[in-house]
């Protein structure tokens, strides 16, 4: 059965891999092709001359996307991701640069100018400065906003919190404070029960221990009791003799039902008197 796909499959031309990294040259640091695509690590200081080499001799148009990445135990902490699309080809290619929290790398607003708002997303999340771009701003968070959320070593918790303040009119910043004294995390099932002595029990007088269980010798099985009546399944059980099954063979005689008296009519009530009749109207007025 032949599947159909929306989206046209894309594969890289014969060659591609070894002539992009032949144009690159002394720029190339690093070279792989994984799970179709080509994966190009340049150096940071070149990036704009790998990137327009990859635009004007290779015809890969559109700057897709700018992203980050955070390694904090390497020596260049950051990498940059510059996703690239030829349009013409149907391919698409990334190249990457490391850097540190003090090394800049070179914008690439020169070749493509909306990379201006991504450059500006990657360095409000990771805190990576772009040389030449006249409009480094914070674009995702707020104003005023400490840190770089995106690094690993970002506290989860951040470090300054804001609020409406209703005596300054106006939004103010202030320092996370968490109160969690009396909070605990002990990731237990409420079925199961706390193994640790809860706030207020420890004042709680211990019961005393139950008392030792004593071994004693079994005793003799008796017979149970039952208090159950005895019952006559038959006259001659009553122990009367002949005379009473005699008796209690004859049929009782059937009682004769009695007619009850049907309720008479009931007594007439007073007569009312006739009601006069009303006068007629005429057209000149009453009668």
Do not use: C
């Not at 591609?16 to 190009?40: H, M, N, P, Q, T």
């Not at 150096?43 to 635009?55: M, W």
């Not at 391919?91 to 990457?96: A, D, E, L, T």
């Amino acid at each position: 059965m032949t599947v159909l796909h929306s989206a046209p499959r894309f594969t890289a031309e014969p060659g591609l891999f070894e002539a992009l990294k032949a144009s690159l040259g002394d720029l190339l640091v690093a070279a792989r092709e994984e799970y179709g695509e080509i994966v190009l690590t340049v150096r940071r200081d070149g990036i704009e001359d790998a990137l327009r080499i990859l635009r004007d001799a290779h015809a890969y148009q559109q700057l897709m996307e700018i992203a980050g990445a955070d390694y904090p135990s390497r020596p260049e902490r950051f990498e940059v991701v510059y996703m690239l699309l030829s349009v013409t080809a149907n391919h698409r290619v990334i190249v990457k640069v490391s850097a540190a929290e003090n090394t800049p790398v070179p914008t690439v607003t020169t070749l493509w100018p909306v990379a201006g708002w991504l450059e500006r997303e990657v360095f409000d999340m990771y805190g990576v400065i772009f040389a030449g771009n006249t409009d480094l701003r914070r674009i995702l968070t707020d104003y005023g906003f400490e840190g770089h959320p995106f690094r690993k070593d970002f506290p989860l918790t951040g470090y300054v919190e804001l609020r409406y303040s209703e005596e300054d009119k106006r939004v103010v910043y202030e320092p996370v404070k968490l109160a969690q004294d009396l909070r605990s995390f002990d990731f237990m099932s409420p079925w199961e029960g706390a193994n640790y002595v809860l706030p207020g029990d420890e004042k709680a007088v211990a019961p005393p221990p139950a008392p030792a269980p004593v071994a004693t010798a079994p005793a003799k099985a008796e017979a149970p009791k039952v208090d159950t009546p005895k019952t006559t399944d038959k006259p001659a059980d009553t122990g009367a003799g002949e005379p009473a099954n005699t008796v209690a063979a004859k049929k009782a005689p059937r009682a004769k039902a009695v007619k009850a008296a049907e309720p008479g009519a009931p007594e007439p009530t007073e007569k009312r008197p006739a009601r006069k009749p009303r006068a007629k109207k005429t057209d000149g007025g009453e009668a």
